[in-house]
Nanobody, 122 residues
């Protein structure tokens, strides 16, 4: 049974860093981090496929890095140079398929974690 559990959120000042972690139960297919701010749609932040290819939203390129540690069955999102506009609930997501047609579209993912809050103050 797939169970995704996020951790690592918190409050930080602008310019700071956080690392989010997501326990993946050993699954490694299409994986991604999404975020959703109040009153806004859920948006893709970073994607990692089973071959190691990554994709990032333009707003986080150069600041965020997605990675996976297979030995720990954990997906990470390293977030540096955080900005107030990064404030949101962050979710990890999994699509049980080797094919990731739309890596940054939430509707393509069928398993989600409960989310972890990230708050960046100015």
């Amino acid at each position: 049974q797939v169970q995704l559990v996020e951790s690592g959120g918190g409050s930080v000042q602008a310019g700071g860093s956080l690392r989010l972690a997501c326990s993946t139960s050993g699954y490694r297919y299409c994986m991604a981090w999404f975020r959703q701010a109040p009153g806004k749609e859920r948006e893709g932040v970073a994607h990692l496929d089973r071959f190691g290819s990554t994709m990032y939203a333009d707003s986080v390129k150069g600041r965020f890095v997605i990675s996976i540690e297979d030995a720990k069955n954990t997906l990470y999102l390293q977030m540096d140079s955080l900005k107030p506009e990064d404030t949101a609930m962050y979710f990890c997501a999994l699509r049980l398929s080797n094919y990731c047609p739309r890596p940054m579209h939430p509707v393509d993912y069928n398993h989600w974690g409960q989310g972890t809050q990230v708050t960046v103050s100015s």
